[in-house]
């Protein structure tokens, strides 16, 4: 099984600042890698998919880079809506794995 | 608009059976590898299990083989899982979820259902 580790557990930045999350894997998944937003109360949202493409309907503020094991997920200038958990999700092989997430909030 | 509505969850006795609904709509269900995904109150998310689109292949976590049974009906556009022994561990929202269609393997999961709960308590 791959093991998705995402860091920090805890992020805490103000609007209109720039948020780097990280998501290591145990082994290679190569750009079979998502992102999802969650707010309470709410299913997850595709953000991010193979690891560097934006979903429909995604802000351009959000993008995805990395490849193999090490994958960043950047939002370049927070919104007050962007305060959120955020989990990072392979595909590469079964089973499919989630990361544990961080959650975004407002310092 | 992709809808993705779960039915079915509740409180259930330890040992006790459940079964889950999820109805879809505004697309060609019979097309999409369809899947489960769970979350126990406060935690992350847990990919339960996945079903292709003809039902070839089913792919089901460790936590959960040889006590759930996925499976799905195209002509009612409807997607099922079938829960047995359920235990206090099982209790979590459970989401449906479509698979986009991807060149290679199962596709991210691009829409999601708001989630059913199931609640495993004496």
């Known amino acids: 099984e791959i093991v998705l580790t995402q860091s920090p557990a805890t992020l805490s930045l103000s609007p209109g600042e720039r948020a780097t999350l990280s998501c290591r894997a145990s082994?290679?998944?190569?750009?079979?890698l998502a992102w999802y937003q969650q707010k309470p109360g709410q299913a997850p949202r595709l953000l991010i998919y193979?690891?560097?493409n934006r979903a429909t309907g995604i802000p351009a503020r959000f993008s995805g880079s990395g490849s193999g094991t090490d994958f960043t997920l950047t939002i370049s200038s927070l919104e007050p809506e962007d305060f959120a958990v955020y989990f990072c999700?392979?595909?590469?092989?079964?089973?499919?794995?989630f990361g544990q997430g961080t959650r975004l909030e407002i310092k | 608009e992709v809808q993705l509505v779960e039915s079915g969850g509740g409180l259930v006795n330890p040992g006790g059976s459940l079964t889950l609904s999820c109805a879809a709509s505004?697309?060609?269900?019979?097309?999409?590898?369809m899947n489960w995904v769970r979350q126990a109150p406060g935690k992350g998310l847990e990919w339960v299990s996945s079903?292709?689109?003809?039902?070839?292949?089913?792919y089901y976590a460790d936590s959960v083989k040889g006590r759930f049974t996925i499976s799905r009906d195209n002509a009612q556009n409807s997607l099922y899982l079938q829960m047995n022994s359920l235990r206090a561990d099982d209790t979590a929202v459970y989401y449906c979820?479509?698979?986009?269609?991807?060149?290679?393997?199962?596709?991210?999961?691009?829409?999601w259902g708001r989630g059913t709960l199931v609640t495993v308590s004496s």
């Open positions: 505004e697309f060609t269900f019979s097309d999409y590898t």
């Open positions: 193979d690891a560097s």
């Open positions: 079903i292709t689109s003809s039902t070839t292949y089913i």
């Open positions: 082994q290679s998944v190569s750009s079979y």
């Open positions: 999700q392979q595909r590469r092989s079964w089973p499919i794995t």
């Open positions: 979820a479509r698979a986009a269609i991807a060149v290679a393997g199962t596709g991210p999961f691009d829409y």
